[in-house]
């Protein structure tokens, strides 16, 4: 489907999100015909502009899905609702194709497309890689799942543009014709199992990134991630890899970077180059995890032509994205960390990985996968204690409690001030959760608003 033929079809728009409401807009000040419907009642909603669709004439529902949802021929769905959704499975039955507002919104955009997913880290490999562009003097527009939908930016790029586009498996698993410039893969790890159903299900949809690439484009993917590496003949593009493990990976692919010696160097056998960009130690957001977003951001930036001292001194300036280890506050010389945005164990055992010691740990959220030997060994190694919040308090404690101290608090409040009274100089107080936050709050961002808030209320 072209842009003439997708403003020629009639649209059902399912989500009043930020996406749905974007998407609504757009087509219909293109001349398509849309239909806007969202289950929820209108008090709930975040990114409703009742007057803007007033004004555009954009005919909608909200409190609940009617009959009109499936009048028309096409629906875009919100990534929050799943494909087996009962309006979905009506719809299908009815003929309606079912797409997401990253297909329809790549039809209509001139620019090259960097799309970014991965378990972990996507967030901040999107948010490096924008800084780069932008510090290039390129028009850039961040935006998918970090910051502002696909569809609200299309009206202020063009060619000359570059788009950095965050993907989750929400996201891509309604994509069909979806062809990014660069795709990068930066980790899988299992995760959203319950929406997906498999592991398998989830891989698929992450791999829709690459789904529609050919020789123009280029995929870049985590070579020590052994899914992605044992995938690698079957990836469409021109393959490029990145890897912790020096100069031997670099007969496995056309291009890529990798680390040798504390150094990261940008290779490309095509041409000849295997040269230095950055001494690890200079890039200013710390960690392992840090080394493979900083590999993807160098990636994308050297296969769109920027040069060296741009990509360095961005690496050496860009603090990081809000809510993953994100320094708060220095009390009695005790550093506190928000890292609200560690919805699962991977992410916290990355957040474990960057402190040698002397760790208070504030985890727990909503009841989910207890994955606790993911990260056993590092809190029985360097956490000093546990204060456990959410759902998952009581897994906490009956796990831990044979080997670490573990403290339950009914707030966050309460943990943040018990943290504090039990740390002393030296020691981090980290917040990383390892569960999803709907238990006692409206998603991770104000999880973390919250935390921050506690901690300056000290």
Excluded at 137 to 145: A, D, Q
Excluded at 386 to 392: K, L, R, V, Y
């Amino acid at each position: 489907m072209d842009r003439t033929e997708a403003l020629s079809k009639s649209y059902t728009i399912l989500g009043a999100g930020r996406s749905g409401a974007g998407i609504a807009v757009y087509l219909k000040r293109h001349g398509a015909k849309v239909f806007l419907s969202e289950s929820l009642p209108k008090e709930k909603l975040l990114f409703l502009d009742e007057g803007i669709l007033q004004k555009e004439g954009i005919e909608y529902e909200v409190g609940g899905h009617t009959d009109r949802v499936y009048e028309n021929e096409i629906i875009i769905k919100s990534p929050g609702i799943p494909l087996e959704a009962e309006v979905l499975k009506r719809a299908s039955k009815s003929g309606m194709r079912i797409l997401g507002e990253v297909e329809i919104a790549s039809l209509f955009c001139d620019a090259p497309i960097v799309a970014i997913t991965g378990t972990n880290g996507k967030t901040t490999t999107t948010v490096l890689t924008g800084e780069i562009f932008k510090n290039a003097g390129i028009n850039t527009k961040v935006c998918g799942n970090v910051g502002l939908a696909f569809s609200e930016i299309l009206d202020d790029i063009d060619d000359k543009s570059v788009v950095v586009l965050e993907t989750s498996s929400f996201q891509l698993e309604s994509t069909d014709t979806f062809k990014p410039k660069v795709s990068i893969i930066i980790n899988i790890t299992p995760d959203h199992i319950d929406w997906h159903g498999s592991f398998e299900n989830y891989l698929t949809s992450k791999l829709k990134i690459n789904k529609n690439q050919d020789n123009k484009d280029i995929v870049a993917i985590n070579y020590d991630d052994e899914t992605l590496r044992k995938l690698l003949p079957d990836y469409k593009g021109r393959v490029c890899i990145f890897s912790l493990k020096g100069r031997e990976v670099m007969t496995k692919a056309a291009a890529g970077a990798y680390l040798e010696d504390g150094k990261i160097f940008y290779f490309d056998n095509e041409k000849g180059i295997d040269e230095l960009i950055i001494d690890s130690k200079d890039i200013f957001i710390k960690g392992k995890h840090n080394i493979y977003n900083s590999f993807g951001a160098i990636i994308a930036s050297k296969s769109l032509g920027l040069k060296n001292k741009v990509i360095v001194e961005t690496l050496k300036s860009f603090k990081g994205v809000e809510h993953r280890i994100e320094p708060v506050r220095t009390i009695n010389e005790v550093v506190y960390y928000n890292d609200s945005k560690a919805t699962n164990f991977d992410s916290t055992y990355v957040a474990l990985e960057s402190f040698s010691s002397g760790i208070v740990l504030i985890m727990g959220g909503k009841k989910g996968d207890n994955n606790f030997n993911k990260v056993k060994e590092y809190i029985n190694k360097r956490v000093l204690k546990i204060f456990a919040i959410g759902q998952s308090k009581e897994a906490i404690s009956d796990f831990f409690s044979g080997s670490n101290e573990v403290e339950k608090c009914e707030t966050l409040q309460e943990a943040v001030e018990k943290a504090n009274k039990f740390s002393k100089p030296g020691n981090v107080v980290l917040f990383s959760p390892a569960y999803k936050s709907f238990d006692m709050f409206d998603n991770y961002e104000h999880r973390g608003v919250e935390f921050k808030k506690f901690v300056n209320l000290l």
